[in-house]
């Protein structure tokens, strides 16, 4: 069950999952729509504190342009905590993503892009405290989809965990490079420089000059 702090937050509770779930009394699994606009990382849904054995699912819908191409959901780590998910959706026409966002370092540490359904995958992180997203992105199709959340206590960490960012994407696989918007991607690399060479000649004097000029690549092109 999810903490009673998560009932202020502006979602909307669907209803249970689970087949014995009667009129959601006793360990039922909940349900919560997201809340638009959640397409950049100020704007991601945040559902709070998330505890070792919690269970709940995430319902929302992405398009395959610029309407509505990303979900955020943001979460806090009560202490060192692993995170499992998978994200189903029921159009065999469309394939939705899952990337981990680390609004610290303002990167996408990590991303689910195959083509299974659902798409599965897991989030290590080391401290409590820390914050991450989960991120539901359209490579192809508009779709509907129910992002399944199962949070376990973290039972180990790895060497060197420490030193980086926090977090750890597990699992994650990819046939494809994520199409994330620009915050909830690695910053682009620098500009890359390129010479102008032009040639000027002069018939009074015979003599030719030679002209090197930098340009950003964009201009060059």
Known sequence: MRPAALALLPFALLG?????????????????????????PPQANHFGLLYPGER??????????????????????????????????????????????????????ACWATADRPERGGVDVFEGGLDFHLV?????????????????????QPLGAAGGSG??????AGERAPDAPRDYRQPPPEPVLVLEHTLEFFPETGLWLERLRRLPAAQAE
Request: hydrophobic share 40%.
């Open 16 to 40: 249970c999952y689970d087949d014995d779930c009667d009129d959601c009394d006793g360990d039922e699994v909940v349900a919560f729509l997201e809340l638009e606009p959640n397409d950049l």
């Open 56 to 109: 709940f699912y995430i319902d929302g819908s992405v398009r395959d342009d610029a309407g509505d191409p990303f979900d955020g959901f943001a979460f806090t780590a009560s202490e060192p905590i692993h995170v499992d998910f998978q994200l189903f959706h029921g159009d065999p026409g469309s394939d939705l993503d899952v990337c981990l966002y680390d609004p610290l370092l303002d990167q996408t540490l």
């Open 136 to 156: 539901v992105e359209s490579f192809a199709g508009d779709a509907p989809y129910s992002l399944e959340i199962v949070v376990f206590r973290l039972a180990s």
């Open 167 to 172: 977090l750890a994407g597990t699992g994650a």
